[in-house]
């Protein structure tokens, strides 16, 4: 099974949970392939059965609550390119602050994108309230699920 974690961080807190994730997910022989979303390109997202995508929340345009520059140009760009994966398999997590006006809008954002395309969200939705090293057993807890649901689940017989 090939995995992507494609990610934005930009004080890194979403880079350490993505690297958590991967570690977990190879804990359990799961290889992930882990990508900066501005070396990741929509076309790419094809070749992967599963699609991790991970964000931080941002204030962009002077609205809180929103991706970050690199994810919000991945996103027009896979929209605007009209690339549709239907049935493809994803996951989501993001960081946000519970005193953002919309907590963790880039999590409801990338839902969206995965709608958009077609996607399959194969589980919930990680929203990290904070910053990595407060919310670590939470960010194992989701990563082991995660797991849990690509043996069971998405695993070819």
């Not at 359990?28 to 929509?42: A, N, Q, S």
């Amino acid at each position: 099974m090939k995995i992507l974690l494609a990610y934005a961080s930009n004080s890194g807190n979403t880079l350490q949970a993505a690297e958590h994730i991967a570690a977990t997910l190879a804990q359990h022989r799961l290889t992930v392939e882990i990508k900066d979303i501005v070396e990741t390109t929509p076309v790419e997202l094809g070749a992967y059965d599963l699609c991790i995508l991970g964000s931080c929340t941002w204030l962009r345009d002077g609205i809180e609550g929103q991706l970050p520059n690199q994810f919000y140009t991945f996103a027009a760009t896979l929209r605007r390119e009209h690339h549709q994966f239907p049935g493809k398999h994803f996951a989501v997590f993001a960081f946000g602050r519970h005193e953002y006006t919309h907590f963790c809008g880039a999590a409801d954002e990338l839902e969206k994108l995965v709608h958009d395309v077609h996607g399959t969200l194969v589980t919930d939705t990680l929203r990290v309230d904070g910053f990595y090293q407060r919310n670590v057993a939470a960010i194992e807890t989701w990563a082991l699920g995660l797991a849990k649901t690509v043996r069971q689940q998405l695993r070819p017989a």
